[in-house]
C-alpha cells in the first residue's frame, strides 16, 4: 500500500512512522475544484493505512511510531480524512464515523465545544485551547455537495455524495442557501443573500436558463434520474 511516510528522523521511533493528515493539500483542492494531486487509488491507500495505523477512540493520532505522546490525536487529521474519502466516493457514514469521535468528545464528553485543541493526548486537550480546528470541518459541507462555485463565469454545480431525499448547505461568500430533492425535483433556494448565476446543475441536470434570486426566493426543475439516485 501507498502511504506518505517519514522515515528519516530516528526520534519518531524508525519504523517509517505515519502521519495524520498529510493529506489538507487535498481537502483544499477539493473545496476549490483544482482536481487531484495524486491518483485516486493511492489517495484511498494512503488513507486506509491512516485508519489502520493512527486510529483510536479520539480520533486519528499525529504520527505512529512516536517516541513520546504517541497516543496525541491532531484534531484536524479525522475531520480531513473524511472530506477527501466522501469527495473519492466513499460511503458517507462511514467516513464521517471518523470526525465523530473527536467532535463527539468535545460536545457530549467535555461539554466545550468552543474550545477545540490542536491536539488532545487521551481525549483530554492538551495543546493550543480554542484553536482554529473547527474550520476545516466546514470542507465536510462541501464534500457532501460536491459544490463547485465559479464566480468570473456565474456558475455553479453540485455533485451530492448522498441518495435523495436530501437536504444540503450551499455556502458562497455572503450567501447561505440549500439544494433539497425530492423525486425527481431539484430545489435551490436562498435563505439569506443574492446570487446570479447563468448556470446551474446537479449532476448535469441543468436548470433551464439563468438564475437570478434574493432573500426567500428559489428555483425548481426536474430530472429524468430514478428518484433514489444522485
Known sequence: QMCIRDSINAEYGGDEPLMADAMYAQVWAYTLGLG????????????????????SPYGLRVLTGKLRHDDSI??????????????????????????????????????????????SLGGQPWCTSHYGFHMVEWHIPFALSGQIYFAPTQTLSFSPKVTAPYKLPVLIPNLLGML??????????????????????????????????SDGQSVSWRTALSSNGF
Not at 435551490?188 to 443574492?194: A, D, H, N, P, V
Request: proline residues 3%; contains cysteine; glycine residues 8%.
Open 36 to 55: 487531484t494531486a495524486a491518483t485516486v487509488d493511492k489517495m484511498k491507500s494512503h488513507l486506509q493505512s491512516e485508519l489502520k495505523y493512527n486510529d
Open 74 to 119: 491532531w484534531m484536524g487529521g479525522s475531520p480531513n480524512w473524511a472530506s477527501v474519502n466522501i469527495h473519492m466516493g466513499e460511503d458517507v457514514n462511514m467516513s464521517l464515523s471518523q470526525p465523530q469521535k473527536c467532535l463527539n468528545q468535545w460536545r457530549l464528553v467535555l461539554n466545550d465545544q468552543w474550545n477545540t485543541h490542536g491536539i
Open 180 to 213: 433539497s430533492r425530492e423525486g425527481n425535483t431539484f430545489t435551490f433556494s436562498i435563505i439569506k443573500g443574492k446570487l446570479m448565476l447563468q448556470r446551474l446543475s446537479v449532476n448535469g441536470n441543468f436548470y433551464p436558463g439563468s438564475v437570478n434570486l
